[in-house]
């Protein structure tokens, strides 16, 4: 397992911007997928999106072209750029780390974040 702590989240107009950060320690953070996933009051946890170990990327539909992941293995750190945000983005968001494939199920990541708070006001 890696330990990950999220920072970044506040609160924003709609149509303004933030921007996420991971920083992980512990084993070598490049062997790892790296997700963002968010969960909002009442809702289950949703896939936001992925970064494989060499860069390769994937997006929810509901973010694609508004969202942007990054990784810099020699900081240990995963960035989630969220531009274009809307009042359905409010969410507490989660950074998470797995060893394979990037994959869109909560439930196959070994290691999570505390969740950073993300709200988006209309």
């Known amino acids: 397992q890696v330990q990950l702590v999220e920072s970044g989240g506040g609160l924003v107009q709609a149509g303004g911007s933030l921007r996420l950060s991971c920083a992980a320690s512990?084993?070598?953070?490049?062997?790892?997928?790296m997700g963002w996933f968010r969960q909002a009051p009442g809702k289950e946890r949703e896939f936001v999106a992925g970064?494989?170990?060499?860069?390769?990327?994937y997006y929810a539909d509901s973010v694609k072209g508004r969202f942007t992941i990054s990784r810099d293995n020699a900081k240990k750190s995963v960035n989630l750029l969220m531009n274009s945000l809307k009042p359905e983005d409010t969410a507490v968001y989660y950074c998470?780390?797995?060893?394979?494939?990037?994959?869109?199920?909560?439930?196959?990541?070994?290691?999570w974040g505390q969740g950073t708070q993300v709200t988006v006001s209309s």
């Open positions: 512990g084993r070598t953070f490049s062997w790892f997928a």
């Open positions: 998470a780390a797995k060893e394979g494939l990037v994959s869109a199920q909560a439930p196959s990541y070994d290691s």
């Open positions: 970064i494989s170990q060499s860069g390769i990327t």
